[in-house]
Antibody, heavy 119, light 108 residues
Framework: EVQLVESGGRLVQPGGSLRLSCAASGFTFSSYSMNWVRQAPGKGLEWVSYISSGSDTIYYADSVKGRFTISRDNAKNSLYLQMNSLTDEDTAVYYCARSRLGDWFCDLWGRGTLVTASS | DIQMTQSPSSLSASVGDRVTITCRAS??????LAWYQQKPGKAPNLLLY???RLESGVPSRFSGSGSGTDYTLTINSLQPEDFATYYCLQYYDTPPFSFGPGTKVDIK
């Protein structure tokens, strides 16, 4: 089955760090660019970060630039998001999403993992 | 960065109605627009891409149109399973990408 499964979300204090993981299965992970997209409680979707299949091209939203780091391990079929200096504004469900081969838009999404930054 | 607006923010409709949702970009995006459906507690689901191309497995009652800065999602003959929130996404050029704020479709 083609799927993405996120993990690592939990309650963390403001100023803290967290690393999210996304496990891919059912497709050739190393061929696809990947993204993280988040959704604050009761709010809309916000694109967070993009990484190309070979990790040579990376982009971030201004809201996380300098604090978050996206990475991947193609040998482990895994995507990561290292989040530092978390604030309450980072509280959200974080989705791992695959870009359509040869294009930018997201065509496959995981179920998400909840990150809560609160004291 | 490209900003997206979406209208209406919410609407009430009945089963069988035709529903139209509009997204407007702050600059031309050359049909680099996708539409997603999201139900409460679930991940978004891709409906259309390149403004009008229907994703495999999506019912044909969903259609998209537009060009330049203005794009439309139309749902013909609304079904009970279509009550959800709909988002547009622009993916023109390189990131950052941007989503519209969403349109919630609920039952009249």
């Amino acid at each position: 089955e083609v799927q993405l499964v996120e993990s690592g979300g939990r309650l963390v204090q403001p100023g803290g760090s967290l690393r999210l993981s996304c496990a891919a299965s059912g497709f050739t992970f190393s061929s696809y660019s990947m993204n993280w997209v988040r959704q604050a409680p009761g709010k809309g979707l916000e694109w967070v970060s993009y990484i190309s299949s070979g990790s040579d091209t990376i982009y971030y939203a201004d809201s996380v630039k300098g604090r978050f780091t996206i990475s991947r391990d193609n040998a482990k079929n895994s995507l990561y998001l290292q989040m530092n200096s978390l604030t309450d504004e980072d509280t959200a469900v974080y989705y791992c999403a695959r870009s359509r081969l040869g294009d930018w838009f997201c065509d496959l999404w995981g179920r998400g993992t909840l990150v809560t930054a609160s004291s | 960065d490209i900003q997206m607006t979406q209208s209406p923010s919410s609407l009430s409709a009945s089963v069988g109605d035709r529903v139209t949702i509009t997204c407007r970009a702050s600059q031309g995006i050359s049909n680099s627009l996708a539409w997603y459906q999201q139900k409460p507690g679930k991940a978004p689901n891709l409906l259309l891409y390149t403004a009008s191309r229907l994703e495999s497995g999506v019912p044909s009652r969903f259609s998209g149109s537009g060009s330049g800065t203005d794009y439309t999602l139309t749902i013909n003959s609304l079904q009970p399973e279509d009550f959800a929130t709909y988002y547009c996404l622009q993916y023109y050029d390189t990131p950052p990408f941007s989503f519209g704020p969403g349109t919630k479709v609920d039952i009249k």
